[in-house]
Each structure stands twice: as C-alpha cells, then as structure tokens.
C-alpha cells in the first residue's frame, strides 16, 4: 500500500477492520459478497492492495493480477452458481464507480437477458 493515501474500503475489508461475507482468498486477491447486491450472486472481487484505481491501471501496470481477479471470479461463478457469469469493471465515476480501487462485479444466477446493468 502507498504511504501517502489513506487505505481504501477494500484494504480495510483486506486487513480484517470492516467485516465482510468472505467467498475466496488468495495471496493477493479477496472475493465478498456485495453488500447492495444487484443480481441473485453479487460478488466484488478485488486485489488486496488498492494502488491501482481501475482496471486499466491495473491492466497496464500488472496484468499477471488481473488474470488472477478473472480467475478467482470464475472460480466463485462455478461455487456459487453454474459457472456462468458476468463481469463487469466500472471505471470512472460518470460509469458508476464509487470505490477508486480497482474491482470486478461477479453477476450470476437468474440474470436478466440481455441486460448489462450492474448497479
Ligand atoms: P463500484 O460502484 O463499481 O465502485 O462498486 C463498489 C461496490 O462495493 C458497490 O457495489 C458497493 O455496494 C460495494 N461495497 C461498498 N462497501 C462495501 C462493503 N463494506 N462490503 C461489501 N461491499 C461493499
């Protein structure tokens, strides 16, 4: 983490200080259901560390971590649902993103056809 920002919502999620409905742990990345579900299966998968903001930060900077937040989000699609899923990055806040820490939206189970509305 920078020394220079205070931790975000997910680090704190991370380290243990804001409780949350652990679905998956990795060494470097966390999974927990959303706390405003927007789908029957709403899960936030995210990197422990908040240095990057959005996926095309993280995209850039460590690719190897994004393949592992796909990972881990097909991982929890085939435990919690049949394996199929949506996955979806707001990124910027006129796309709906509140949490300046890059993370994935796992949507499964019973979506709306044709619909890419996240929440
Ligand atoms: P976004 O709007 O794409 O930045 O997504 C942020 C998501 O984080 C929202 O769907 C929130 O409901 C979710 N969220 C925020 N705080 C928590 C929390 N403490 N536990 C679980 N989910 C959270």
Same mark, same amino acid.
């Given at each position: ?8 919502? *997910?680090?704190? %999620? ?15 990345? %966390?999974? *927990? ?7 029957? %299966? ?7 560390? #908040? ?6 930060? /993280? ?6 971590? =994004?393949?592992?937040? @796909?990972?881990?989000? $097909?991982? @929890?699609?085939?435990? =919690?649902?049949?394996?199929? *899923?949506? /996955? @979806? *990055?707001?990124? #910027? ?9 890059? $993370?994935? $939206?796992?949507?499964?189970?019973? /979506? ?8």
């Amino acid at each position: 983490m920078s020394e220079t920002r205070e931790p975000t919502v *997910f680090e704190r %999620i991370s380290a243990g200080e804001i409780p949350a409905e652990m679905v998956a742990e990795t060494e470097r990345v %966390i999974a *927990f259901h959303d706390i405003a579900p927007k789908a029957p %299966i709403h899960v936030v998968v995210t990197p422990r560390s #908040g240095d990057h903001r959005d996926v095309v930060e /993280l995209a850039a900077a460590d690719p190897a971590l =994004l393949a592992e937040l @796909v990972d881990v989000a $097909h991982r @929890v699609a085939g435990e =919690l649902a049949d394996g199929q *899923f949506r /996955l @979806v *990055f707001n990124t #910027g806040a006129d796309a709906g993103q509140t949490v300046f820490h890059v $993370h994935a $939206h796992v949507l499964a189970g019973g /979506l709306e056809e044709g619909s890419l509305a996240a929440g």
